[in-house]
């Protein structure tokens, strides 16, 4: 099996790096000027332990792979980047590649499966950063991160059981579960805090914001009659696995904002639970107020912490 990291950023970065490290054949997929210092000098991987430089192969263009019938692709893409990623994708290696959805939210499994027929969900649990070209760091060591892994929309088969196999062999812990979702919909209310992180400096004020986004989250998902674990269930599927040693500026959110992209993922956090909310008409006031100024702070270039959380609450009505 090839595995093909498509969006070698922080959490594919990490991924690719891994899996290269412990004899996996690789290749990463990477874009502008991070795949320039990839190509020329190569990716460094960088963990509370040491610094590495990988020579990973890598290209900017699925069109520059010559695909393989035993390849697997792991999409570690940014959900707003997984329109054009897929479409890419589906021109060069066909529908029947398995594409295996490495990313937060639960849109891109949908997006996956209009063009896919072989379709898989993980549940990202994975502390990195990545503010430079050529440069990923992994926060969490000796495991890197939780990676548990299902067929979408449920399942298991052999190539879910496989990929969890290469990842616990790579730093990594993975499960196969066949309710994976449930996972990913548990994942989805903590990431709604991921706008506050980036949006606000710390406080009460944001600590506040982050608990009614969830608890409103919380409420439309149960509205629209989604699974999701428990608070009690992730927690001990955590434990004390996951051990941040290398500190880190904030999450994916914060990175996009700290980079300068000029878009967020926040539309397919934030913005899942306020469609929902609209499909079942219910209001979202903190979650739309919170996509609507992430959205605005990206456009804007505003750096992380520009926004005070006192002024977010107030304009969700709080």
Not at 7 to 14: H, I, K, L, S
Not at 283 to 303: H, I, T
Request: glycine share 10%; net charge negative.
């Amino acid at each position: 099996m090839r595995l093909v990291v498509f969006g070698a950023g922080a959490v594919g970065g990490v991924i690719a790096g891994r899996l290269f490290e412990h004899g996996n054949e690789v290749v990463a997929i990477a874009r502008g000027a991070h795949f320039e210092a990839m190509r020329d000098h190569g990716m460094r991987l960088v963990d509370p332990d040491r610094k590495v430089t990988l020579s990973i192969p890598v290209v900017d263009d699925p069109a520059r792979i010559d695909w393989r019938a035993d390849d697997v692709v792991l999409m570690t893409t940014k959900t707003q980047d997984s329109t054009g990623a897929m479409d890419s994708l589906a021109a060069e290696a066909g529908s029947e590649v398995p594409v295996v959805c490495v990313q937060n939210g639960v849109e891109n499994e949908r997006i996956a499966s209009r063009r896919f027929e072989h379709v898989y969900a993980i549940c990202v649990m994975l502390p990195a950063e990545h503010l430079e070209p050529g440069v990923v760091a992994a926060s969490s060591a000796p495991v890197s991160g939780l990676l548990d892994i299902g067929r979408y929309p449920q399942g298991v088969d052999d190539v879910a059981c496989a990929v969890a196999v290469v990842l616990s062999g790579s730093t990594f812990e993975s499960i196969p579960r066949e309710d994976v979702m449930r996972w990913k919909y548990r994942k989805l209310l903590m990431n709604l805090g991921n706008a506050v992180e980036a949006l606000c400096a710390p406080g009460d004020d944001a600590i506040e914001l982050g608990r009614l986004a969830r608890r409103e989250g919380s409420a439309v998902l149960r509205a629209a009659g989604i699974d999701f674990v428990s608070i009690e269930e992730d927690r001990e599927r955590r434990g004390e696995r996951l051990t941040p040693r290398l500190p880190r500026g904030g999450g994916s959110t914060w990175q996009s904002l700290r980079r300068g992209t000029g878009v967020l993922e926040t539309d397919y956090l934030n913005g899942e639970v306020v469609l929902l909310a609209r499909l079942h008409g219910m209001p979202s006031p903190v979650n739309a107020r919170l996509q609507s100024a992430a959205n605005d702070a990206a456009r804007r270039g505003l750096p992380p912490g520009s926004l005070r959380a006192s002024d977010l609450l107030k304009g969700a009505g709080c």
